[in-house]
């Protein structure tokens, strides 16, 4: 049987929010025992009181997580920011022969210009700019499953030491989500992280990437 502080704790992992304010020791420990109390059905006296207890612990263990957001910030003021825009994404059926798509590469990289791809289980996602958008579409035609324009590419430059320092990652998706900012698609290599947003969103980010 689960029991009411795992239940709490579970709640509270679960929203960022709170988390954040309880890590910050800014909130009111009885209304938020009381809202976890009747969003998880168990809003007796009794229970309140359990969960009023098991805020207060997960509290003390947040507070060892601080210096680590605090190292991360460290990391990310360090880093180098790059942005391209007119950028295109298609999903692309994996039926297409690879050659297809190594021929294609091999075109734009020689030109110099952006090309990534991501091989999943049952397509690939590739990245380009929107000036190849014409040719991709002639050669994988039908095999194209989805394509989505005006869209943006943030490369973070980051320092090595983002390598061995975790939660970084993790930190830069809650803060896109924090600003309501969806990523499109994201990848890495080594000590670059790459998001790909919608373009009327760029202004924005540049803000909250501001370490």
Not at 20 to 30: A, M, P, Q
Not at 124 to 145: N, P, W
């Amino acid at each position: 049987m689960v029991s009411t502080a795992e239940l709490t704790e579970k709640y509270i992992s679960e929203h960022p929010s709170v988390k954040d304010c309880l890590k910050n020791n800014v909130i009111n420990y009885s209304k938020l025992s009381r809202k976890i109390s009747k969003e998880l059905g168990i809003e007796k006296e009794s229970s309140v009181e359990a969960v009023l207890v098991a805020c207060r612990r997960f509290s003390l263990k947040l507070k060892h997580e601080k210096p680590l957001e605090e190292k991360i910030i460290k990391i990310l003021k360090k880093t180098e920011l790059e942005i391209k825009n007119k950028i295109v994404v298609f999903i692309v059926q994996k039926k297409v022969f690879g050659d297809k798509l190594a021929e294609l590469e091999k075109k734009i990289k020689n030109s110099n210009d952006v090309f990534y791809s991501i091989d999943g289980v049952n397509v690939f996602t590739v990245i380009v700019s929107e000036k190849h958008e014409a040719d991709f579409s002639s050669l994988f035609g039908k095999s194209v499953i989805k394509s989505s324009k005006n869209l943006a590419m943030i490369t973070l430059r980051n320092p090595e030491e983002m390598e061995v320092t975790p939660g970084v990652v993790s930190f830069l998706y809650s803060v896109f989500g924090e600003h309501g900012i969806n990523i499109v698609e994201t990848m890495s290599c080594w000590t670059d992280t790459i998001f790909v947003i919608s373009e009327k969103d760029v202004p924005q980010a540049m803000q909250f990437l501001k370490f």
